[in-house]
């Protein structure tokens, strides 16, 4: 009923060579291995590369980011007209080192994901608690207003093209994993406030994918559970082996 998608978060990692080889690596890896979307999200400058090494293959391209204006005095930001034109496919908003590091809110999040949906890119929406409030009993409350904020004014027609990312933030690039039941549980808070917020037949064809130290040991239990249908994955998405045997594991 909804789609399994495995999507690679390179981060800053691969330049425009080392994307080349890896695509070229991964492609015969995982060719006919159809049961789920195969992602990868690269740096900006990898992007052209990457579209074209992956062209006639199943592995689509997203990238990282975007800016919420169309264009503009916004020194060093890219607009989803200029990934779109470079034949991007998908893109991570609302990434936790993105809202870390780089003072992402709610509010701009919710911008960036309205601009890239005006321009027809696909969003993976990322949102997740942090490790204190998973420690106070708060994590249902934290996603829940995470969702409602992050799709304030984005239409049922827009959200079919909206993935949404559960990515506990104490998981991500620390090898801790939620366990499979957390993991179900908090991805099913995010279903039922799609449900309060579009109605329960479009929170249920939404595909909401876990993230954080996902990887060859533990997919195929993750994405056993009813409420993950797929993954968002960092380091385990650089190295070709790894990546395709998460994707081997969603395909089985
Ligand atoms: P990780 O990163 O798999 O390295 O934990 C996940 C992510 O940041 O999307």
């Known amino acids: 009923m909804r789609r399994t998608v495995i999507a690679g978060n390179w981060k800053m990692n691969m330049t425009p060579a080392q994307t080349k080889a890896f695509i070229a690596e991964l492609a015969p890896m995982v060719a006919g291995m159809d049961k789920c979307d195969i992602v990868l999200c690269v740096p900006y400058v990898d992007i052209a590369t990457a579209v074209e090494a992956a062209k006639g293959t199943n592995i689509k391209i997203g990238a990282e980011n975007v ?6 005095a ?9 990934l779109c034109e470079i034949g991007t496919e998908y893109v991570v908003i609302g ?16 911008l960036r994901t309205k601009a890239a949906l005006a ?21 249902d409350e934290v ?24 990515e506990p933030v104490w998981a991500i690039g620390t090898g801790l994993t939620a366990t499979p039941d957390q993991a179900d549980e908090t991805c099913g808070v995010i279903r ?6 579009y109605g329960i037949e479009l929170a249920e064809s939404t595909t909401i994918q876990y993230g954080g130290s996902m990887n060859d040991g533990n997919a195929a ?32």
């Open 67 to 72: 800016h919420f204006a169309e264009s503009g």
């Open 74 to 82: 916004y020194t060093g930001e890219i607009s989803a007209k200029m």
């Open 95 to 110: 990434h936790s080192e993105r809202r870390q590091y780089f003072g992402e809110t709610d509010a701009t999040v919710n």
């Open 119 to 139: 321009a027809g890119l696909k969003v993976i929406l990322c949102l997740g608690e942090v490790k204190d409030e998973r420690l106070n009993g708060i994590t």
């Open 143 to 166: 996603v829940a207003m995470q969702t409602k904020l992050d799709l304030l004014g984005v239409s049922a027609e827009e959200m079919k093209n909206v993935i949404i990312a559960y």
């Open 192 to 197: 039922r406030t799609l449900a309060e917020l």
């Open 221 to 252: 239990e993750l994405l056993a559970k009813v409420n993950v249908d797929g993954g968002l994955i960092g380091g385990a998405s650089l190295k070709t082996d790894k990546f395709t045997a998460i994707i081997k594991a969603a395909n089985s």
